[in-house]
Structures are given as C-alpha cells and as structure tokens.
C-alpha cells in the first residue's frame, strides 16, 4: 500500500527566543539570559513533528528570499518534509515569532506573519488538487496563522480531494460554521475553546462539556488541557487522555504543534481519533522536556512506538 500523505498547509517563522526570568510588567525592563534563533511557525512545526513520526508529509507555504526563508527550507528539507509546494516570494520577508520562555516553563509569542499572508487561495486549491491526483492524499491540516481565506481554502480543498481536514485554530480567530461543519477534527486548546462555546474551559470536565457542543458543530473535536492532557470526541465515542507526568518542564513553546503532527501522522496510518489523540499527548508531553519548537519534537523511538510499521 503507497504511503499516506499528509499536507501541511500553513506559516514557516524564524523563531527568536529569549529566556528571562518572569514576563516584564507595564513599563517594565528585565535582562534576557539568552537569546537563540530557532525554525518555527505553527505550519512548519507540525509538518515537521508528523515528519518525525514517519509521516509522508508535503508542505504548502511561502517564505521570503531572504537568509531566515533559506535556512527554514534547509531545516525542513533535513527533517525529510517535501518543501516542493513552498513558495520563495521575491524581496518577501520571511515571518518570524518573538518568543519569551520564562523560568516557569511558560511562554510568549509575538508573531509577525511577513510572507506568510502571500499565500493565495488559487495556489492552496490548485496544489491540494494536484497533490490528491498524484499522491494517497490522507490528511490535510491547517492553522490560524494564516488568513481566513486561506483556512477556508485548504479544509474546502481537502474535503474535495476526500482527505480528512484537521483545523488546529490557534491562535483563535472567527471561522464561519460551514466551514468548522467540515473539521475532522477541530483541535483547539482551552483558551480557543473557551472562545468558541462562549464560557471557560479550564479542566477535563469543562473540556468533556465544552465537546459535547462543539460536536453539534463539528465532525469531531479535540481540546488539550495543558498538563492534564487531551479530551476527544466523534460521532461514535468520546474519551479524555491523560497526560504523563512531566518532571520537570523546561519549555513549552511548540508542544501543541507536537500535539497536532503527531495526531495527523496516526490519522493518516488509518488509527482511530482516540489512539491518535494518545500519541499526540505522549508527543506534546515529550515536547516540553527541552527547549525550542522543533527540535524537541520526538521519533517513534523516543516514543517506544519504533516497531509500528511504515504503512497504515
């Protein structure tokens, strides 16, 4: 059986991240302990953490031509994500992320979209459908660091190609109901949850509640709960997974894209919403043990799930 692919549509940043102790307050001024520069974007990190997890994943985005646009690219092509369907636009500057990592673990982002809001409609639905001749087109996903449109155009273009459509929306923005009729799932964590269903969402039992709404929306829905894990729901079953204790957390940026690649990788192999959403909590877990986006992102070995094999 062709390996199952997975496309990525969605935002490439040059992430800048700065260690400091706490967060400034108004008018405030605090020394950074250190400053690294590190591959992000919401898009191309959960390309890269499905790639990790063996997925065949294809990325569709646009960079700049400039030094953060090339070095991204290298960065994902290493990852052996097919940077192929990437636009390089010309005299563009590459988005990039401001990232503030605190001693807590937490963390801030800033981001600046740059060429990320030069991707087009047109490109997004003619690549999605040129994908699904050529390929076993299993998953398309998409996030909220995009424009509107481009959401739209990527979950309208996967359900054309009859690939399963994942909307991570983060970070929040409104998205009309016919098109959140078409996720599968819709993964959104506490805070966009909150903003969806209208209340706050804070634990397991708000997230089991806020679910069950949103699947009157929704083909299926997750909501990560930060340290207590993950709540899912489709049409059949619904369940909540438990996050591993974490000793000792030393950085939370990326780990819902962690999440996110690892869930799509599972979907794509034919696994049901609930194992999937088991090995995405096991990934975003893993994810906060060390620092930056990407490269704390785990293998299947890592995940002692190395003896699983290539195909679904």
Not at 154 to 182: D, H, M, T, V
Request: hydrophobic share 45%.
């Amino acid at each position: 059986m062709a390996l199952a692919t997975i496309v990525v549509v969605g935002s490439a940043n040059q992430d800048y991240i700065v260690r400091v102790e706490v967060p400034p307050g108004p008018g405030e001024t605090v020394l950074g302990r250190s400053l690294l520069k590190q591959p992000g974007g919401k898009g191309a990190n959960q390309a890269v953490a499905a790639a990790r997890l063996r997925g065949n994943v294809s990325f569709v985005a646009a960079v700049g031509d400039d030094a953060d646009g090339a070095f991204l690219l290298r960065e994902l092509r290493s990852e052996g994500v097919d940077t192929t369907n990437v636009e390089i636009i010309n005299r563009g500057r590459t988005g990039l992320a401001l990232v503030s990592v605190y001693d807590s673990g937490e963390n801030s982002i800033t981001v600046i979209p740059g060429s990320n809001f030069a991707l087009t409609r047109d490109r997004v639905e003619r690549t999605v459908a040129r994908l699904a001749q050529d390929y076993n087109l299993a998953v398309v996903v998409v996030q909220a660091e995009l424009l509107t449109e481009i959401i739209e155009a990527a979950i309208l273009s996967g359900e054309k190609a009859g690939a399963r459509s994942i909307l991570n929306l983060a970070p929040y923005q409104p998205i009309r109901n016919e098109i959140l009729a078409l996720c599968d799932p819709l993964v959104v964590n506490e805070t966009e949850a909150s903003a969806l269903v209208g209340w706050q969402v804070r634990d397991a039992p708000s997230a089991a509640r806020a679910a069950e709404q949103l699947r009157g929306v929704v083909r299926s829905v997750v909501i990560t709960i930060g340290a207590e894990g993950a709540y899912w729901q489709d049409a059949e079953s619904s369940g909540h997974v438990s996050a591993p204790t974490v000793y000792e957390v030393v950085d939370t940026t990326g780990a819902g894209d962690a999440f996110v690649g690892a869930l799509a990788s599972f979907l794509a192999r034919g696994e049901s919403l609930g194992r999937a959403v088991e090995v995405g909590v096991l990934a975003g877990s893993f994810a906060v043990t060390s620092p930056g986006a990407q490269s704390s992102y785990p293998t299947l070995v890592d995940l002692q799930l190395d003896t699983l094999p290539l195909t679904n």
